[in-house]
């Protein structure tokens, strides 16, 4: 059974770091994309960047994520990490992971059919 459970969210003043964990398990593979997403209340739900597990090659969404949000994964490949800095008010939101047992295409935000529970950030000014 696959299962992806994120972690390490919370509460930071404007210009904080956190650094939030994807934990996979059922995934006996190193062929995965392993995404980040986020959703603020009343907003849809955007994606943020993504990784391929087997070369981390990292795959941006969008340029708006590049420079504060970066992607990498752990020795073991079971943990994808998002490192979120600088935060913002705006940034608020609660942030999923997901992933599939495939490589990353350019539009991997569509691709992704494991999901985790999420964690929330929340920013304050």
């Known amino acids: 059974q696959v299962q992806l459970v994120e972690s390490g969210g919370g509460s930071v003043q404007t210009g904080g770091s956190l650094r939030l964990s994807c934990v996979s398990s059922?995934?006996?593979?190193?062929?995965?994309?392993v995404g980040w997403f986020r959703q603020a209340p009343g907003k849809e739900r955007e994606a943020i960047v993504a990784?391929?597990?087997?070369?981390?090659?990292?795959?941006y969404a969008d340029d708006s994520g590049k420079g504060r949000f970066s992607i990498s994964q752990g020795s073991e490949k079971k943990i994808v990490y998002l490192d979120a800095n600088s935060l913002r008010p705006d940034d608020t939101a609660m942030y999923y992971c997901?992933?599939?047992?495939?490589?990353?295409?350019?539009?991997?935000?569509?691709?992704?059919?494991?999901w985790g529970q999420g964690t929330q950030i929340t920013v304050s000014s």
């Open positions: 997901a992933a599939s047992l495939w490589r990353c295409g350019t539009t991997w935000w569509k691709g992704l059919t494991y």
């Open positions: 059922g995934m006996d593979t190193v062929d995965k994309c």
């Open positions: 990784i391929f597990t087997r070369d981390n090659k990292t795959y």
